[in-house]
């Protein structure tokens, strides 16, 4: 471990595990193997600072860090939002058949967004939007805020004019010139397990946006809420119905220490299958991969792809009582510290084998190496999309795969029907 100072400490294992479990706490860890390794683990504020202009630092080719400059293109809410909705105008304008629409306008295989509108920017098509169905519900958010702070939920236009300067025009101004907000179609047909709404967290890991190459972790958890749901109005105001965040939700009554409220991916998908089916559940799981994906390729072009970056999303998913899943968010910096001893077990593999893929054997780091790690080193993660080998089929494959149409390694399309198949686009 080498400190701030430049000072180099060995570790043993238990201690190893106590740096990893408490890093998300320091703001810059560095973990080393010798003195030429040069691995940092950052924090978002500090990630800014190393790719300043004003700081004139320059990475090694010996260091890697685990943000990418402007991850907040994908991470802050309403930039994830205006790149989703830039996509797919590119892709519509280009005539590409993943922007094909339904009779009543709607994108059949890119509508995984709520309804969502910029505040203050979008306020007047807010109110219009929302005059078209005013018994809706929507659900308000700080951009650049996470931990469930600062959301609330809505039914009522007045409920909003608070915000709002001048009530003839109707101009929206935020009561902090600083802060924006994002104003989303609130989901309110969640599926429900034991009366009691819940999302998913899941890991995925990037180690380069140019070509895309993205990596699925196994081992996602669900996060309930302590309070069985219901869309009354009446409890719009309580978050232990509607929020999912375990940092609203550990201070509810019901809330329980021992598994945390939560479930594992796996437990859910046995759920699922045997009170669905398995083949609706594969379907369901193969359109929370290409939600994922296409999010990833939605902020590619934009995206700062800088050699020395690689960097591990959370995705917060949500499943409605149709089995349609919806992306909600997805966070640069997903907590890393732990609430119950599972919970611990899971985030320190999550972190080792992040690490092995960033870092393969823990040899010295080399920035400019292909970052297309060996199989054997990828734990618990599987590849969801490489770039690389999809392109030979184009979006063509990308439809095949959406609908369910597997295809082998090189792009062909799997020859073996008598087996089900999971689409990964591999």
Excluded at 137 to 147: D, E, H, L, N, R
Excluded at 386 to 411: I, N, V, W
Aim: hydrophobic share 35%; charged share 25%.
């Amino acid at each position: 471990f080498r400190t701030m100072a430049g000072k180099v400490k060995w570790v043993t294992d238990i201690e190893k595990s106590v740096l990893i479990n408490n890093f998300e706490k320091r703001g810059w860890i560095q973990v080393a193997e010798n003195e030429d390794w040069n691995f940092y683990w950052m924090s978002v504020q500090t990630i800014r600072n190393v790719f300043s202009v004003e700081t004139g630092y320059r990475l090694s080719d010996d260091q890697i860090v685990n943000h990418f400059p402007n991850h907040y293109e994908l991470t802050r809410k309403d930039m994830m939002v205006k790149n989703i909705k830039r996509y797919r105008k590119e892709l519509e304008k280009e005539g590409s058949p993943l922007a094909e629409k339904d009779e009543n306008g709607k994108y059949i295989y890119l509508d995984f967004v709520p309804v969502t509108f910029m505040l203050p920017a979008d306020y007047n098509l807010f109110v219009e939007e929302f005059r078209k169905n005013p018994s809706s519900t929507w659900i308000m958010k700080p951009c650049g805020k996470a931990q469930g702070k600062g959301i609330f939920l809505i039914n009522k236009l007045s409920q909003i004019k608070k915000w709002s300067r001048d009530s003839k025009t109707s101009s929206f101004v935020s009561q902090s010139s600083k802060e924006a907000y994002v104003i989303s179609l609130y989901i309110n047909n969640p599926l429900l397990i034991g009366g009691k709404k819940f999302d998913l967290r899941l890991y995925v890991l990037v180690s380069t946006y140019r070509p895309l190459r993205c990596y699925m972790y196994k081992l996602g958890f669900c996060r309930f809420c302590t309070v069985k749901y219901t869309p009354s109005t009446s409890e719009l105001d309580n978050m232990f119905v509607h929020l999912t965040n375990v940092a609203i939700q550990k201070h509810g009554d019901d809330y329980n220490h021992i598994h945390g409220g939560k479930w594992t991916v796996s437990n859910l998908r046995l759920y699922l299958e045997s009170t669905r089916g398995k083949e609706v559940t594969n379907k369901l799981f193969d359109e929370i991969h290409w939600i994922i994906v296409q999010s990833l390729k939605a902020v590619a072009p934009v995206m700062n792809n800088d050699k020395h970056c690689f960097e591990c999303y959370g995705y917060d998913i949500i499943i409605d009582d149709k089995l349609k899943p919806w992306l909600i968010e997805v966070n640069a910096s997903p907590s890393l510290t732990s609430s119950t001893a599972n919970d611990r077990i899971l985030k320190y593999n999550l972190i080792n084998d992040t690490l092995n893929i960033a870092v393969p054997n823990g040899e010295i780091p080399d920035c400019k190496w292909n970052k297309s790690p060996p199989k054997e080193v990828l734990g618990n993660y599987e590849v969801l999309y490489d770039e690389e080998m999809a392109q030979s089929d184009g979006p063509e494959r990308d439809l095949r795969s959406r609908s369910g149409q597997s295809t082998g390694a090189k792009g062909n399309r799997a020859r073996d029907l008598g087996k089900p198949v999971l689409t990964t686009w591999k």
